[in-house]
């Protein structure tokens, strides 16, 4: 087992930019296209749902998504700096997070978006008081949760980027799982590349090439890029608030998934950038940092904002661990977001283009899981406390069926493979006595 100091040298052998590393504008720009590509799908998903679920119009649910983009850019920037202690000042790319869909849309269905925005307000709050007391809870966090949570995470993650791969118009179909292969082999041949741009740009490079692809195969629709608009900004507060109690807890449970998930990423991004586990104040900072986005993304009628395992995952295949590259993606997504024909172009990729990618870079973040409990005494009854965490949080997630009897809340948090695997290895840690060998 490799010692700290063996691992930062091993880890440092495959960094190309380091966190504080400045690259010229030049190549900074496209460095930070990847990032915004590996993340754009997964930032209108939920947007695009809402509209359709609630019948909005066109205008409307661009509305949303201009919103979570702007949104994104501005949360990102909260992330990546520190003030007063909020944020992790590392390359985090925050955005609308995924884990919240069912429990947003079960929300709006029953009570409206305006209840969807009021609980994402109060939940946000509540994670951000979390953050600020992180000290007192963090003996409930060490590096084996972290560990299980960044496996679990990766593991869960895996499936998205094969449905994605197999698209979700005519799914299955060779032309889509072709066209996900180029991708996915692209960014193998340019991660190995000897030339340092060329290995940085692997991702952005294969997701160019892929679109390219499905462009002549006839994947790709550019009507709706003349049908948007060149200019526009999305204002505040379009849509009534309402505090319904029972949507409030259901977003709670959500909200203590994500700092979990959120702890995962920054252990993650700290162990492949510097061969470390996060600081106090960088944990504290970034889960502050969470909550307060999410509440001010209510504000612009956006939906809670977390940080993306997948950009984790990007940072840590391509290199390039420096957060000027994703402040560049953070002014890059707020200008998108004012001049929607630009966001049109991305959004109207084909899911198979970012499934070849998101394959990379989920299977990405559940090696850093692995490397991260290579950390610690793999004893008995460690390796108990793994086993126990990933076979219920990854077994729900896989078989989600398996709770179709039980309350509609517990099935959310079952089901979400982060919440059961943190909290059984949690309590286990606790109740199980510590083997020293």
């Known amino acids: 087992m ?4 063996e691992m930062k040298q091993q880890s440092e052998l495959d960094i190309i930019y380091h966190v504080n590393d400045k690259p010229s504008m030049k190549k900074s720009i496209p460095l930070a296209f990847q990032h915004i590509l590996a993340m754009f799908a997964a930032n209108a998903t939920l947007p695009l749902l809402m509209g359709s679920l609630l019948n909005l119009t066109p205008q409307q649910t661009t509305i949303l998504i201009q919103s979570a983009l702007l949104m994104s850019g501005v949360t990102t920037l909260i992330q990546i700096g520190r003030f007063k202690g ?10 609308t997070s995924n884990a919240f869909i069912s429990t947003s849309l ?7 978006i305006g209840a969807v925005l009021g609980a994402t307000f109060i939940g946000g709050l509540i994670e ?5 007391h992180l000290n007192r809870l963090k003996r409930f966090f060490p590096p084996l949760i972290g560990g299980v949570v960044i496996l679990t995470i990766g593991i869960t ?3 998205v980027g094969i449905r994605q791969a197999a698209g979700n118009i005519d799914t299955g179909s060779p032309k889509n799982f072709l066209v996900a292969g180029i991708v996915l082999v692209s960014i193998i041949v340019f991660h190995q590349s000897k030339n340092k741009l060329l290995k940085s740009s692997a991702i952005l490079l294969g997701i160019v090439l892929g679109y390219l692809v499905a462009f002549f195969l006839g994947m790709v629709d550019f009507n709706e890029v003349a049908n948007s608009d060149w200019l526009s900004f ?3 507060l379009q849509y009534r608030w309402s505090f319904e109690p029972v949507a409030i807890f259901s977003m709670l449970f959500m909200y203590l998934a994500t700092t979990i998930e959120t702890m995962g990423d920054i252990s993650a991004l700290t162990r492949g950038a510097e061969g470390r586990e996060p600081t106090d104040k960088e944990m504290s900072g970034a889960i502050m940092a969470d909550g307060l986005s999410s509440s001010i993304a209510a504000i612009f009628n956006a939906f809670p904002n977390t940080s993306y395992t997948q950009n984790v995952g990007v940072v840590n295949l391509t290199g390039v661990f420096s957060k000027h590259v994703v402040k560049v993606g953070a002014f890059l997504l707020i200008l ?4 929607p024909k630009i966001s049109t172009i991305i959004s109207i990729m084909p899911e198979p283009v970012l499934g070849g990618a998101a394959i990379a870079m989920f299977s990405m973040v559940a090696v850093s899981g692995i490397s991260l409990l290579q950390s610690i005494n793999l004893n008995s009854r460690n390796m108990l406390i793994i086993a126990i965490s990933l076979g219920v949080g990854v077994g729900f997630n896989m078989v989600p069926e398996a709770t179709a009897q039980l309350p509609f809340n517990l099935q959310m948090v079952l089901t979400s493979g982060v919440i059961p695997a943190a909290l059984i290895a949690i309590v ?3 109740l199980l006595s510590d083997q020293k060998s």
């Open 2 to 5: 490799l010692g700290d100091d």
């Open 86 to 95: 909020i944020g992790s000042g590392l390359p985090i790319v925050m955005g």
């Open 106 to 112: 079960a929300i709006a269905n029953d009570f409206g």
């Open 128 to 132: 951000f008081l979390i953050g600020r």
């Open 157 to 159: 993650l895996m499936p």
């Open 234 to 236: 999305p204002n505040p």
């Open 336 to 339: 998108m977001a004012l001049i």
């Open 428 to 430: 286990l840690n606790l």
